[in-house]
Nanobody, 120 residues
């Protein structure tokens, strides 16, 4: 069992930055792949970024590549999403996810989400 709690969302102007954090509780955190998904109003949840259990491999959606950076600190049981050059279309609820298999993150554990709003 893994419990995930996101934080760090808020309101920011276009071009600004935010860093999201996701703190995990439970055993074997370092053996889980982690990811961030987002859901904008009226849209389906979509993948944003993921990171392998050891942190050596990262993956990004084309829409965030070059602007967002995912990282993890296994000693702190935390995964981060650094978001730079934010755009209004990045406005969404951002969710943290965990699964043993990176390709099945959408079938794993989920946090409650944190709202990110980017004003133009």
């Amino acid at each position: 069992q893994v419990k995930l709690v996101e934080s760090g969302g808020g309101l920011v102007q276009a071009g600004g930055s935010l860093r999201l954090s996701c703190a995990a509780s439970g055993r074997s955190f370092s053996t889980y792949a982690l990811g961030w998904f987002r859901q904008a109003p009226g849209k389906e949840r979509e993948f944003a970024a993921s990171i392998s259990w050891g942190g050596s491999n990262t993956y990004y959606a084309d829409s965030v590549k070059g602007r967002f950076t995912i990282s993890r600190d296994n000693a702190k049981n935390t995964v981060y999403l650094q978001m730079n050059s934010l755009k209004p279309e990045d406005t969404a609820v951002y969710y943290c996810a965990a699964h043993k298999n990176r390709e099945r993150l959408d079938m794993g554990y989920w946090g409650q989400g944190t709202q990110v709003t980017v004003s133009s």
